[in-house]
């Protein structure tokens, strides 16, 4: 079965500082991973995906983040934090043969100071 | 691209009323949607997946005579709460499947709906 782990329910931050957000993962299979943004009482926006195609992932808004399987790990970083990147922050791993479900981390919410 | 929307984005009713809710894909067809819900401060828990043209798979412990949910067309799914409750109050959000010769598994989501039961 897959699985998703959020290792920081918050993060605080500085303007102008950069951004690290951790998320480990459990799967038999390679699997399809995610970072999705959610802005408070908004949707979730597809920050990056990541398909195998290539290990460093690069989203909007000056987002990246870096598959590695020997920590089965999958963090999302950016260099330098804006205030506008205060929100919530989910992990998420497709679900093998589960006709598109995605299973979802419980959540990063990113603090941004000025 | 991948645009998908809601409709209502709030909603307040009264208890025992029923309330529809409506997720569209805009620019694209989406084979598969889904149905989350998500309460304060939380992840987002899968209600139920529908296809295009067939019944909706409900997850584990969702009632499916009470969340009744259509996918009548290739861009548009409907959310029927019945009888709403009190404890139905929720954020509810869709997200759509690109239609692709592969599978796809990136989901576009909606911009939730808020539905307030009193």
């Known amino acids: 079965a897959q699985s998703v782990t959020q290792l920081d329910s918050h993060v605080s931050v500085s303007e102008g500082t950069p951004v690290l957000l951790r998320c480990n993962y459990s799967?038999?299979?390679?699997?399809?991973l995610f970072w999705y943004v959610q802005h408070p009482n908004k949707g979730l926006q597809l920050l990056l995906k990541?398909?195998?195609?290539?290990?460093l992932v690069k989203g909007i808004n000056g987002f990246e983040a870096e598959f590695k399987k020997s920590e089965t790990s999958f963090h999302l970083t950016k260099p330098s934090a804006h205030m506008s990147d205060a929100a919530e922050y989910f992990c998420v791993v497709s679900g093998y043969n589960q006709g598109g479900k995605l299973i979802f981390g419980q959540g990063t919410e990113l603090s941004v100071k000025p | 691209g991948a645009v998908v929307s809601q409709h209502p984005s709030w909603v307040i009713c009264k208890s025992g009323t029923s309330v529809k809710i409506e997720c569209r894909s805009l620019?694209?067809?989406?084979?598969?949607m889904f149905w989350y819900r998500q309460f304060p401060k939380q992840s987002l828990m899968l209600m139920a997946t529908s296809n295009e043209g067939s019944k909706a798979t409900y997850e584990q412990g969702v009632e499916k005579d009470k969340f009744l949910i259509n996918h009548a067309s290739l861009t548009l799914s409907t959310l029927t709460v019945t009888s709403a409750h009190p404890e139905d109050s929720s954020f509810y959000i869709c997200s759509a499947s690109p239609r692709k010769r592969v599978l796809s598994d990136t989901q576009y989501f909606g911009p939730g709906t808020r539905l307030t039961v009193l």
């Open positions: 620019d694209f067809q989406a084979t598969t």
């Open positions: 990541y398909t195998s195609a290539a290990t």
């Open positions: 799967s038999s299979y390679s699997p399809s």
